[in-house]
């Protein structure tokens, strides 16, 4: 075999390349576990080094090998002995295997494109468990994943089915600005629609207002998810709320963008950095979605062109609507509104990819067909 011949390594037995997209898939998979746990904290993924995060202790090298340390350890950590999460090993092993039918659905078509879906796949899983895990998808992935979709294709044209790289990055970016818009749309159309959502507490709960967040029981919300207007706003009825150098009793408490009201009172809500409220509702700003799920779509669009972000969003419905009804069947109505948006969004984009060619062929003539006018009147204008 001649080592530096390309066709020769392409010659080599499924299994060979299978065993190495595997092993890479866990490595791979070691340092999302990394993401997923210090991108919500925003913490470096690259500094401090990898370490345990109840004692603090570094770990070495030979005792950060995927799936071996965790089944050699037993699923605990060498100096504190506390359990490290058997998360951590699924993420491995899934993300092996997910490189592995990568490799075997896309490999046969284009080294390239099962790079791409490879990588593509890897920050949809990184973010699905931020997603479930806090309510957020971070900009790393978000505007990120636009950046890099932007980059794989001036590095890989042909993962859009051209040779040009100009063509390839305009189609990339095409994608990126539908996707974005079309989320972005849904966002605008909903909160017209829904106006606001009133939550109820079962008791006297606390709400810590910070400079950035609304803290509730269960999450925090970043207020650019809920104030998209001027005329968005929180209000309340406290029965006691804390400020840093005033309390109150029985007050009504209206926040928006730029004004809080506290009865006849009026504040400017940047000098009120922290403010905590005792309360037993709140009505707030409702929104189909939120800006991270814009971004997120247009991420997708950016690797998987414009079509893509049509069929994610009418799946991504159907999904949700469908586990919906499967929770209130079963009695869990609650859980259906704490379920994050960019997990359907995700599903669907992987149902995309491993789509049959001549479904998605089929799809992408019938979006054409319907495109058609808007062209004709864009070719008008010009």
Request: charged share 15%; with cysteine; glycine share 8%.
């Amino acid at each position: 075999m001649n080592w530096m011949d390309l066709d020769d390594w392409r010659q080599l037995p499924w299994q060979f390349w299978s065993a190495c997209w595997f092993m890479l898939g866990c490595m791979v998979g070691s340092f999302l576990n990394v993401c997923v746990h210090r991108m919500p904290l925003g913490i470096s993924v690259i500094t401090p080094p990898s370490h345990c995060p109840k004692c603090q202790a570094m770990i070495p090298w030979y005792l950060n090998l995927p799936l071996v340390t965790w089944v050699c350890l037993r699923g605990r950590c060498r100096d504190c002995h506390q359990p490290i999460a058997v998360r951590y090993l699924a993420m491995e092993l899934g993300t092996g295997l997910m490189f592995v039918a990568c490799w075997h659905w896309f490999g046969p078509i284009s080294t390239a494109l099962a790079v791409t879906y490879a990588t593509v796949l890897s920050a949809l899983l990184v973010a699905t468990l931020i997603d479930f895990d806090h309510f957020i998808i971070p900009d790393e992935i978000t505007l990120g994943g636009i950046a890099a979709g932007l980059i794989y294709t001036l590095v890989f044209p042909s993962i859009h089915g051209v040779e040009g790289r100009f063509e390839a990055l305009s189609i990339s970016f095409t994608g990126a600005v539908v996707g974005w818009l079309l989320v972005y749309a849904i966002v605008r159309l909903g909160k017209l629609m829904f106006g606001s959502m009133k939550v109820e507490f079962s008791d006297c709960t606390l709400l810590v207002f910070t400079e950035s967040n609304l803290i509730l029981p269960e999450e925090a919300v970043p207020y650019e998810e809920l104030f998209y207007r001027k005329t968005d706003q929180i209000t309340l009825m406290a029965e006691k709320l804390e400020l840093a150098d005033r309390c109150y009793a029985g007050v009504r408490v209206r926040l928006s963008p730029g004004k809080l009201l506290i009865d006849g009172e009026t504040f400017d809500p940047e000098k009120i950095p922290h403010m905590e409220a005792w309360c037993r509702d709140i009505t707030l700003p409702r929104e189909a979605m939120g800006l991270g799920d814009v971004k997120f779509m247009g991420a997708i669009g950016a690797f998987l062109g414009w079509q893509s972000t049509f069929f994610s969003l009418m799946v991504s419905s159907m999904i949700g609507a469908i586990l919906g009804v499967g929770l209130i069947l079963i009695g869990r109505r609650e859980w259906s509104s704490r379920l994050p948006f960019g997990p359907y969004i995700a599903l669907a984009a992987v149902i995309w990819m491993f789509m049959p060619g001549d479904f998605r062929t089929l799809w992408n003539q019938q979006l054409g067909i319907l495109a058609s006018p808007l062209e004709n009147l864009l070719s008008a204008l010009k």
